[in-house]
């Protein structure tokens, strides 16, 4: 079922979801979290439609606030979606106008879950310092996507040295297989000190520079970083080891494939899939703490701030 609100206001949003409650029996209780999406007017839909999958997991109420600043007159219109037409959720979709985009977090404070925590999410371009936003300042996780902006490593830059517990960025969730599996490779005998570290990716790739300073930060070597272009796929290309028996490389050889090569031992094939939307939101929504080992990357490969 979807409601349209045309010229409305957020109290009578929050009173529409009243009687949706009451009349249709769409009920809130078994909601475990409040997430409110930040984007702009027209590109809702790719996110709503992973949050939804990601609803199956997390059951939640999702508002989007959608804003377009330079409107000349001041509106909201708002959009709600609940039963089939909302996967496991509650879907609010708020598309502020002029002055009103202004307001963003009278906006949606009335509409949040009571006692529930809160998870703010900018699918595009994100702004400085997303704590101290007036998204951001409701939330105890604050979700990131430097890989979307028009520049990821100015925005990853930028990340760094807003931080603060409780942010997370999916140019680090997109590393969560590749971890894995250097880490599982690494836990087999013979159990020698690595000497140094190749990571070989694409120059847009975020996530390239926070696998290299994560290994730099846990084997506590040197780590070269690769970024010449000459493979054209985007993302991580490389992982290359090296000990004084030879090198374990990781290399992702086909999209969800890679291949790995250890010192007197057969190939090895593994998946390793590329991580869409769904996959990582799923995955920060496991966990509401914060993750420190992020901070701890970004402190120690960007200079990040080491606020507690």
């Given at each position: ?97 002029g002055e009103t985009a202004t307001d963003l977090r009278g906006l949606v404070t009335g509409l949040l879950l009571p006692d529930a925590p809160v998870v703010s999410w900018w699918p595009g371009e994100c702004p400085d310092a997303v704590c101290d936003t007036p998204l951001g300042a409701l939330a105890q996780r604050r979700i990131t996507d430097s890989a979307a902006s028009a520049d990821p490593q100015a925005a990853l830059a930028r990340i760094a040295a807003g ?146």
């Amino acid at each position: 079922m979807i409601i349209d609100l045309p010229d409305t206001t957020a109290s009578k949003v929050s009173k529409t979801l009243v009687r949706i409650r009451d009349e249709a029996g769409a009920v809130a209780l078994g909601r475990v979290l409040t997430l409110i999406i930040s984007s702009e007017i027209g590109d809702e839909e790719d996110v709503i439609a992973a949050a939804n999958e990601a609803s199956r997991e997390h059951p939640m109420r999702i508002i989007v606030v959608s804003t377009d600043t330079a409107a000349p007159a001041a509106r909201l219109d708002a959009e709600i979606r609940v039963g089939g037409d909302a996967g496991a959720s509650e879907v609010i979709v708020l598309r502020a106008h002029g002055e009103t985009a202004t307001d963003l977090r009278g906006l949606v404070t009335g509409l949040l879950l009571p006692d529930a925590p809160v998870v703010s999410w900018w699918p595009g371009e994100c702004p400085d310092a997303v704590c101290d936003t007036p998204l951001g300042a409701l939330a105890q996780r604050r979700i990131t996507d430097s890989a979307a902006s028009a520049d990821p490593q100015a925005a990853l830059a930028r990340i760094a040295a807003g931080y603060q517990p409780g942010d997370t960025d999916f140019a680090w969730t997109r590393l969560t297989l590749w971890r894995a599996q250097l880490a599982a490779a690494l836990d087999q005998p013979p159990y020698e000190a690595i000497t140094s570290v190749r990571v070989s990716g694409a120059p847009d790739s975020p996530s390239t520079a926070l696998l290299a300073a994560w290994l730099g930060l846990r084997l506590q070597v040197d780590v070269e970083v690769d970024v010449a272009g000459e493979n054209p796929s985007t993302g991580i290309h490389r992982v290359v080891l090296n000990r004084a028996s030879g090198e374990i490389s990781l290399e992702r050889t086909q999209p969800a494939v890679a291949t790995l090569h250890q010192p007197g031992q057969p190939t090895h094939e593994l998946s390793l899939p590329r991580r869409g939307l769904r996959e990582c939101l799923a995955e920060e929504l496991r966990r509401l703490d914060p993750d420190d080992e992020f901070g701890a990357v970004l402190e120690s490969g960007f200079g990040g701030s080491t606020a507690a």
